[in-house]
């Protein structure tokens, strides 16, 4: 009865095979290790990998036959029916052996057959312990007892693969020791060790090189990814640049222009003043002119009369001289501009103490840029990476606010606090002790009627009706009910009509200036975050609101670290 094999064989000369069916479509040659893609297309391993390797666009692969596109890179798999086709079609049809390869560099492996000939192995046996080059492996593909034997890729020499102690192939993997060994290895050296074959290691190791992969090319998307975000941010950078530097130079010359029309006002309403009080001066220099003459003259009249002897004259003349309708001009007081001096005087202190608050603000926000920072966090494990201890500052809470659990928790006392500079006295609100100029996360929680998350400069206000987290520049606060939200600053309000949960995060980005404000979850929900420049360090600040007779009411600072 004929053999199992025969019969296959027999069923391989009753078709009609062509050797072109079974050539690949890049090297126009009979499959080498034939893999199939997704598309269902098969190639020679070397021949797809080279053609992908000069594509253009590396993050997408193209087939070479129906050009269909596969992101990412497709994992190559062996197409084992197709190779025992084309073996079992070399053995019918054997083919001339091609054109011995030469060595081109020394690292090639050198055939062991090919005599004074340097050609280069392009396949080993494992069985024999030789490499040989595509002329003299062709033995093996025809010979039946050859055919047994196990044939690799000629890229590691045979000597790196043979057991240096006992000369023989390194077939098993000593888990115990972590190396490869032979067969004689177990005897004496690795004895009752735990073994496995290299050939399911070598399958396992395969599996893990495609996890590997698999994770190398989400990391290349990943990567290709932020290299285009990053080349686009800096167009749009490089646009923004622009656009500020044209509306700030358009702001301050607009700026300078209002201070020079001002000037030119100033100038024209002293220089108009000026001629008015000239003018006014003139003419009353006129009156006194024409005054003087008439008193000389009178005074000539009067020397003349002194002079006769005549009583009867002199009584006549006396009657006819009456000073009563004399009239002397008011002379005003010396005016000044002095005044004017101070006015100007006291606006430019007023512009000279805006710039000096302004310019850092403005400074700040400039140096917001910075591409080094790390990109923000999404979970809650990448959120917790940033958490620090924080404690309340008892030196701030409101009166009757009690800190308790070594200054984590806070509610309210009947109990009242001692006073000092630093406390709350309008709102029952604390600060922290621990000034943040880092990224940090924190989380709070919370019963109350309404709870205020907050961060605030050291020299926020603590006295006046503006004191409350919110209502002044220096803080910033997130109101939370139990209906919604409310962000709150400079006694600004945004409205979130999110409802707040008990416990909420928050995470500062000091150098970014953001403060966002989290639903614990994972990946973690953004109730609402608020981009700004800070110009000192933030004091994180919990605030209530309750009623006299509420129960329970407390606040406090969860503890991650």
Known sequence: MASKQEHQEQGLDGVQLDSDQFCCSVCLDLFKEPVTIYCGHSY??????????????????????????????????????????????????????????????????????????????????????????????????????LQKHELVSATIPLPEKLCKQHNKLMELYCCVDKQLICTMCTVDEHKSHQFEAVSELKDKTKKNLVLVQRRIQEKVQQREKDLKELLQAEEDLKSCTQTSLHDCGKIFAELV??????????????????????????????????????????????????????????????????????????????????????????????????LKETLPKISAIVSYVDFSLPPPPKTREQFLQYCRPLTLDETTNYPHLHLIDNNHRVRP??????????????????????????????????????????????????????????????????????????????????????????????????????LSFYHISDPMVLIFEVRTAFTQPLYPGLGLNYEWYDIGVFAQLVKLW
């Open 44 to 145: 020679c391993r070397r021949c797809i990998e080279s053609y992908w390797n000069k594509e253009e666009k590396k993050s997408e692969y193209s087939c070479p036959q129906c050009r269909e596109i596969f992101s990412p890179r497709p994992v190559l798999k062996k197409n084992n029916i197709l190779e025992e086709v084309v073996e079992k079609l070399k053995r019918r049809s054997p083919q001339p052996p091609p054109a011995p390869l030469t060595c081109d560099s020394p690292s090639d492996m050198i055939c062991d057959f090919c005599g004074p000939t340097r050609n280069k192995a392009t396949k080993s046996c494992l069985t024999c312990l030789a490499s040989y080059c595509d002329a003299h492996i062709q033995p093996h593909y025809s010979v039946p007892v």
């Open 257 to 354: 222009s209002s201070l020079q029309i001002g000037c030119s006002e100033v100038e024209q309403l002293i220089k108009a003043q000026e001629e008015a009080a000239i003018a006014q001066a003139e003419e009353m220099q006129l009156q006194l002119e024409e005054e003087l003459e008439k008193l000389r003259r009178r005074d000539a009249d009067l020397q003349q009369l002194l002079s006769s002897e005549e009583l009867v004259y002199l009584m006549q003349s006396l009657s006819t001289l009456d000073d009563s309708e004399d009239f002397t001009p008011s002379v005003g007081l010396l005016r000044s501009f002095s005044g004017v001096t101070i006015c100007v005087s006291h606006l430019r202190g007023k512009i000279e103490t805006m």
């Open 413 to 514: 006392s009947p109990s009242q606090y001692a006073a000092h500079p630093s406390r709350f006295l309008k709102f029952p609100q604390v600060l922290c002790r621990e000034g943040l100029t880092e990224r940090c996360y924190w989380e709070v929680e919370w019963h109350a009627r309404t709870l205020s998350a907050a961060v605030a400069y050291k020299d926020t206000n603590r006295t006046s009706d503006e004191s409350q987290f919110g209502k002044n520049d220096k803080s910033w606060s997130l109101e939370c009910t139990e209906t919604g939200c409310l962000f709150r600053h400079n006694n600004v309000d945004v409205m979130v009509p999110d409802a707040c949960s008990k416990k909420i995060g928050v995470f500062l980005d000091y150098k970014a200036g953001i």
